[in-house]
């Protein structure tokens, strides 16, 4: 692409995510397609409609794995999956004491939301209510905190039963393209995920579903997915990048650069100007001295160590967002710009309270 065709289509694109406008499929491709001297071009022009919808603000998260390895699932990227040989911690669920001491732990570091994840393919119901007890508790000691559940595949009525409980999220990731989706799973398909993600949906709990990248995927393959993400309309989207385990079928693979990474992220914030984009797991180890730059592109990162992987020290991620000029954002603020929650004005009139209805 000519410097002119850089330049137009950055422009193009800034000025479609500024009006909350997605990009074509042939934008999306031609962003994916510029090269590495454009990258600091294509950040900046990402860079500014994050700065429109977010500030610059970034929203810290932490994993707690409550129930680690020994998955009937064979998910190919995932170290906790069937027939892993991957040394990960194998355990069974931890009390909810222990939860919530480690939710307690990490939102002290500054973390505003708590993801509680379990490994599986789905819960059971009395899965459901451990997990929505530790919600309680962690609520109960943190009220502002954000808690989002992530269990695998949902069963009728136990969306209802975690946001009953309390939860604010559900997370189930897309992960790949449809077309993709039965090379790396054989267990479930795409269509169950995206159910899940329906389900958790209408049972009032925030969406948060994203992908993994570096899985052999092409370019028409990561707007595939970017584009069937926006189709759920997620409130975040986390972006991973894959970890290569020892012991799973993807181990060994090193596709990604981290030039290669910041034009996903950057295509991420043009599909979801207004959304949380979530820089996740792999970031260390694909960005590497690139990661500031990537705190110009997503809002959201986790803080702290992964499912089965450690992370950076929270410190020197904390020192990493002061050092590029971010500041973390605090519980009492909104994580979505307003235009996201002005559909839905909760009833504060007519029956039931002493003010008139509007008719
Ligand atoms: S991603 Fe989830 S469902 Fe798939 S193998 Fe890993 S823990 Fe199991």
Same mark, same amino acid.
């Given at each position: 692409?000519?410097?002119?065709?850089?330049?137009?289509?950055?422009?193009?694109?800034?000025?479609?995510?500024?009006? @909350?406008?997605?990009?074509?499929?042939?934008?999306?491709?031609?962003?994916?397609?510029?090269?590495?001297?454009?990258?600091?071009?294509?950040?900046?022009?990402?860079?500014?409609?994050? @700065?429109?919808?977010?500030?610059?603000?970034?929203?810290?998260?932490?994993?707690?794995?409550?129930?680690?390895?020994?998955?009937?699932?064979?998910?190919?990227?995932?170290?906790?999956?069937?027939?892993?040989?991957?040394?990960?911690?194998?355990?069974?669920?931890?009390?909810?004491?222990?939860?919530?001491?480690?939710?307690?732990?990490?939102?002290?570091?500054?973390?505003? #939301?708590?993801?509680?994840?379990?490994?599986?393919?789905?819960?059971?119901?009395?899965?459901?209510? #451990?997990?929505?007890?530790?919600?309680?508790?962690?609520?109960? $000691?943190?009220?502002?905190?954000?808690?989002?559940?992530?269990?695998?595949?949902?069963?009728?009525?136990? $969306?209802?039963?975690?946001?009953?409980?309390?939860?604010?999220?559900?997370?189930?990731?897309?992960?790949?393209?449809?077309?993709?989706?039965?090379?790396?799973?054989?267990?479930?398909?795409?269509?169950?995920?995206? #159910?899940?993600?329906?389900?958790?949906?209408?049972?009032?709990?925030?969406?948060?579903?994203?992908?993994?990248?570096?899985?052999?995927?092409?370019?028409?393959?990561?707007?595939?997915?970017?584009?069937?993400?926006?189709?759920?309309?997620?409130?975040?989207?986390?972006?991973?990048?894959?970890?290569?385990?020892?012991?799973?079928?993807?181990?060994?693979?090193?596709?990604?650069?981290?030039?290669?990474?910041?034009?996903?992220?950057?295509?991420?914030?043009?599909?979801?100007?207004?959304?949380?984009?979530?820089?996740?797991?792999?970031?260390?180890?694909?960005?590497?001295?690139?990661?500031?730059?990537?705190?110009?592109?997503?809002?959201?990162?986790?803080?702290?160590?992964?499912?089965?992987?450690?992370?950076?020290?929270?410190?020197?991620?904390?020192?990493?967002?002061?050092?590029?000029?971010?500041?973390?954002?605090?519980?009492?603020?909104?994580?979505?710009?307003?235009? @996201?929650?002005?559909?839905?004005?909760?009833?504060?009139?007519?029956?039931?309270?002493?003010?008139?209805?509007?008719?």
């Amino acid at each position: 692409m000519t410097e002119l065709g850089v330049d137009k289509l950055l422009e193009t694109l800034t000025g479609k995510a500024l009006r @909350r406008e997605g990009p074509t499929r042939d934008e999306a491709l031609a962003l994916l397609g510029t090269g590495d001297d454009d990258v600091l071009d294509v950040v900046a022009a990402a860079g500014r409609v994050r @700065r429109e919808f977010f500030g610059r603000r970034v929203k810290l998260n932490h994993l707690v794995n409550m129930k680690s390895g020994m998955c009937p699932e064979d998910c190919s990227y995932c170290s906790q999956r069937l027939g892993s040989a991957s040394e990960i911690l194998k355990y069974s669920w931890i009390s909810e004491d222990e939860a919530a001491r480690a939710a307690g732990r990490a939102i002290e570091a500054g973390a505003k #939301r708590v993801c509680l994840v379990a490994s599986g393919r789905g819960p059971g119901d009395r899965d459901i209510e #451990r997990v929505a007890g530790t919600v309680g508790a962690i609520k109960d $000691a943190a009220p502002d905190v954000e808690v989002c559940v992530c269990l695998g595949l949902l069963k009728p009525g136990q $969306a209802e039963r975690l946001r009953e409980a309390g939860a604010d999220a559900y997370n189930h990731n897309l992960n790949t393209s449809a077309e993709n989706y039965r090379d790396i799973c054989s267990t479930h398909t795409f269509d169950d995920r995206v #159910r899940t993600v329906g389900d958790a949906k209408s049972a009032g709990l925030s969406p948060c579903s994203g992908a993994i990248f570096g899985m052999g995927e092409s370019d028409d393959d990561v707007v595939d997915i970017a584009f069937a993400l926006r189709e759920v309309d997620p409130d975040s989207v986390p972006v991973n990048f894959l970890i290569p385990f020892e012991g799973t079928p993807m181990q060994g693979r090193w596709e990604l650069t981290p030039h290669r990474c910041l034009r996903i992220l950057a295509l991420f914030r043009f599909v979801f100007p207004d959304v949380e984009v979530r820089l996740a797991g792999g970031r260390e180890i694909h960005l590497r001295a690139l990661q500031p730059l990537a705190l110009h592109l997503a809002n959201s990162i986790f803080l702290g160590d992964y499912l089965t992987s450690e992370g950076q020290p929270g410190a020197a991620d904390l020192a990493m967002i002061a050092d590029a000029g971010f500041v973390v954002e605090g519980a009492e603020e909104r994580t979505l710009p307003e235009a @996201r929650h002005d559909l839905v004005a909760l009833r504060r009139r007519g029956a039931g309270t002493d003010a008139p209805s509007n008719v």
